[in-house]
């Protein structure tokens, strides 16, 4: 597709229930992020991969959370035992790498975002 | 720690007003800072970038400036029109991936 893309746009689960959220980039994008967005706050930084390796998972808040990229195009984010604390929405977002060189925005393209409610 | 500060309450400007939207951060040193517009239900969109060498940075009818020195960014919409209308998020990186957003400002553009 033309933008990034995540499934399922909505879940409902109940408290202590395994999650599993989606993310499919746009192609030829290196670089994807997972961001979690509470109502009327920023997006707030969870892991980071540079092809299929996570370069960076200081934001993932605990233990139930993981994140797989296997072929370095699509990308899963995990949950275990989920929590009531956990609703968000979680956004997808790629980017080309580097995003900075000659002349570049480093602009990150955001999917619709999975909205979460642990119940 | 670091912290970035956006408006948090939300701006409401008349039609055809200039909006300003501010984007405050501490403890960071960021060499590189966007402006994103989010609507309800969707994820962000990628506006403008500004470089810590640049002043002042335009687009149709946005202008963004960047003072290191206070450490603020300022976002500016001329002409505003009610489409206009959104949440708007600042996003600052250091040089390397990692991008930290601002708590966003919502504005209203009343016709």
């Known amino acids: 597709g033309a933008g990034v893309s995540q499934t399922p746009s909505n879940k409902v689960t109940e408290k202590g229930k395994y999650v599993e959220l989606r993310c499919d980039p746009i192609?030829?994008?290196?670089?994807l992020y997972w961001y979690r967005q509470s109502l009327g706050q920023g997006p707030e930084f969870l892991i980071y991969?540079?092809?299929?390796?996570?370069a960076d998972d200081s934001g993932l808040p605990n233990d139930r959370f993981f994140a797989v990229r296997p072929e370095g195009s699509v990308s899963t984010l995990k949950i275990q035992r989920t929590e009531r604390g956990d609703s968000a929405v979680y956004l997808c977002?790629?980017?080309?790498?580097?995003?900075w060189g000659q002349g570049g925005t480093g602009e990150l393209f955001f999917g619709e975002g999975s909205r979460l409610t642990v119940l | 720690s670091q912290k970035i500060e956006q408006n948090s309450e939300a701006l409401n400007i008349q039609e055809g007003k200039t909006a300003t939207l501010t984007c405050n951060y501490t403890?960071?040193?960021?060499?590189?800072l966007q402006w994103y517009r989010q609507d309800p239900g969707r994820g962000p969109v990628f506006l403008l970038l500004?470089?810590?060498?640049?002043k002042e940075k335009r687009k149709e009818r946005l202008k963004v400036t960047f003072d290191t020195t206070l450490k603020q960014s300022l976002f500016h919409i001329t002409a505003s029109q009610p489409a206009d209308s959104a949440t708007y998020l600042c996003?600052?990186?250091?040089?390397?991936?990692?991008?930290?957003f601002g708590t966003g400002t919502r504005l209203k553009v009343l016709a």
């Open positions: 977002a790629s980017s080309l790498t580097p995003g």
């Open positions: 403890n960071y040193s960021p060499a590189y």
């Open positions: 500004i470089r810590e060498n640049e």
């Open positions: 996003a600052l990186s250091s040089g390397t991936y990692k991008y930290i």
């Open positions: 192609s030829g994008h290196t670089a």
């Open positions: 991969f540079q092809g299929t390796g996570a």
